[in-house]
């Protein structure tokens, strides 16, 4: 099994370490780089579980058109953005903004799939491409990006950061269109 590894940047405080197996990194520039062994790539197991049944909450809520739902999986200051073009988040809201739109909003049906997440710790990333009807149209996909935090009361949505794209920029479900 080939190692992988991660290339750190820092403002000059790693030196390049050698690992066995690894390959030489070709730097343009003079800065500082540490090579660091990456985790496998995609958590399993019940951590991952419970981050995924919070996620999977968000999706709930929003198809329920139900705002208490998704509430209950963000932490009370959750925050949510939308990246509509490169590199430019154009709208920022908070978790009880996006779940009072939910509330009031035409028949939504969001869909992830082949999420991948990652734990350490207290710390939780989902990342998850999505597809995204109104009234059963599509309107658009992309990908959600969720970060959690376990505290007291278990697994909580912290942000979520999504990008809003048409396809080939994006995927459709690869089960094709809700109820069809």
């Known amino acids: 099994m080939a190692s992988t590894f991660l290339c750190l940047m820092s403002l000059g405080a790693c030196t390049v370490e050698e690992r066995p197996g690894s390959t030489s990194v070709d730097s343009a520039s003079d800065s500082p780089v540490a090579l660091v062994e990456a985790p496998p ?35 009370a200051e959750g925050r949510v953005g939308a990246i509509r073009r490169v590199g430019a988040l154009v709208s920022a809201s908070t978790a009880q903004g996006m779940a ?41 996909c992309g990908v959600d990006l969720f970060q959690l935090v376990r505290g007291d009361a278990g697994w909580k949505i912290r ?3 999504y990008t809003v794209l048409q396809p080939p920029a994006c995927s459709m479900h690869p089960d094709g269109s809700p109820g069809g």
């Open 159 to 161: 942000d979520l950061v």
């Open 41 to 75: 790539r995609g958590a399993v197991g019940p951590q991952a579980d419970s981050v995924l049944a919070v996620v999977q909450m968000v999706f709930d809520g929003i198809n329920a058109g139900d705002g208490t739902v998704i509430m209950a999986a963000f932490q």
């Open 100 to 140: 009072a739109s939910i509330q009031a909003a035409a028949a939504y049906v969001e869909r992830m799939f082949d999420p991948v997440v990652e734990v350490s710790g207290s710390l939780a990333t989902v990342w998850a491409p999505y597809d995204f009807y109104i009234d059963g149209e599509f309107t658009h």
